[in-house]
């Protein structure tokens, strides 16, 4: 089923183009990716306010879709005339009858307004060291700018266009044609300007006329503290050139965080495991342990478990909205030896022979441990 680009927007079919662009700015910045990060939801919903306005803000678009519930209009050989002809009209052409009514299903587009430039996209991989300090680098990106030559007028030695003497401006050319419902008179685009309604004598040999030049530019991007993999970083109209004096669009840095040798992010946490021995988990033990901002200090308790989490506050990531960190969680792996010394051996057997006591000795177990490493 065909959108209904006025529910889309929440405007009434005879809303004007002032309160369809004020309601598509309102849901627009409501829906923006960029204030809801990571919800599809959203970004979908955006694309589809932006197809809205899109279609609602042309009025040759917007006149086919009141007509026809489509901006492309009437689908080929779709119901209507010539039903029952075989295709075939009795008035004739069956395309000279909607040329007639319709101006040509699309052919006669009005001069268009100013129209904003297309967003682009670069990627940027980061440490997750950078992530944790946020950094400044340079991407490159290749887009279109004003011609120098011209300085965007098309012209030789910067001449202006003029008016089109052919359409006078209007960027259409009106014939008349008779059918047989009568005379009509259709509009099509001026085949001398092409719908600008305006024409370059000398053109620009740079540019060839066009007022548009391919370059590619370096530029500084500050990445904050915090930042995380898919997270992107907006910088406003750094993106392709309008057209006809159109806003740029914007540039979108994608960061792509690359994976840590010994640590794991999960949002604002950071997860690492510490093997430690036997005696240490059952004696207990202070470790010096790699944080992502230098050593921290991680006490493990008498009688720790393999598997067990201790969890250090504020040791974690930047969070990258609002003040404070993540937590460092460490995750204690029990590492059992693969080779025992004479020594050792003796050791252990001493401790089994103690463990198999039980409650003969009041001592508890742990206290056994310690007598026995004794």
């Known amino acids: ?65 009141d007509q026809f519930g489509s901006a492309d209009g009437p689908a080929p050989g779709a119901g209507g ?14 395309g000279d009858i909607f040329d007639a009514f319709f101006g040509g299903g699309g052919g006669g587009q009005r001069r268009s ?11 940027m991989e ?54 047989a419902f009568g005379r009509f008179v259709t509009a099509r685009p001026c085949p001398v ?15 060839h006329g066009s007022g548009l030049q391919r370059r590619t530019r370096s530029l500084k991007v500050r990445i904050p503290a915090g930042v995380g993999d898919g997270a992107r970083v907006r910088l406003s109209g750094e993106g392709e050139l309008g057209q006809r004096g159109g806003p740029a669009g914007d540039l979108y840095v994608f960061v792509r965080e690359r994976a840590h040798d010994r640590l794991t992010r999960h949002g604002s946490d950071l997860h690492v ?47 990258l909205r609002g003040g404070g960190r993540g937590d460092l969680v460490v995750h204690v792996a029990l590492r059992v030896p693969r080779r025992l010394s004479s020594e050792e051996r003796e050791l252990l057997q001493r401790l089994k022979e103690l463990h198999s006591k039980g409650g003969d000795d009041d001592k508890g177990f742990f206290g056994r441990v310690k007598d026995a490493f004794r």
């Open 193 to 207: 300007c092409h719908g600008a309604g305006q024409t370059v004598k000398d053109p620009c040999p740079t540019c």
């Open 273 to 319: 495991e510490l093997g430690i021995g036997f005696p240490e988990a059952a004696l207990g033990e202070e470790f010096d342990l790699e944080g992502i901002d230098g050593p921290v200090k991680v006490k493990v308790g008498e009688g720790t478990q393999s598997g067990q989490e201790i969890r250090l506050r504020g040791k974690g990531m930047p969070h």
């Open 81 to 94: 005339f010539g039903g029952g002809f075989g295709g075939q009209s009795p008035f004739g052409d069956i």
């Open 1 to 65: 089923m065909a959108k209904d680009y006025y529910e889309v927007l929440g405007v009434p079919r005879g809303a004007s183009e002032e309160e369809i662009k004020k309601a598509f700015r309102q849901l627009a910045r409501e829906h923006h990716p960029d204030r809801n990060p990571g919800d599809t939801t959203a970004e979908d919903r955006f694309k589809e306010i932006n197809e809205a306005y899109s279609v609602l803000s042309d009025p040759e678009k917007r006149a086919r879709f």
């Open 113 to 123: 307004g100013p129209a904003r430039g297309e967003d682009l996209r670069v990627d």
């Open 126 to 179: 980061l440490t997750l060291e950078d992530c944790f300090h946020g950094v400044e680098r340079e991407v490159r990106v290749n887009r279109q700018e004003s011609c120098s030559a011209c300085q965007g007028t098309g012209g030789r030695n910067g001449e202006r266009p003029v008016r089109c003497a052919r359409c006078g401006g209007t960027g259409q050319v009106q014939q008349a044609r008779d059918t």
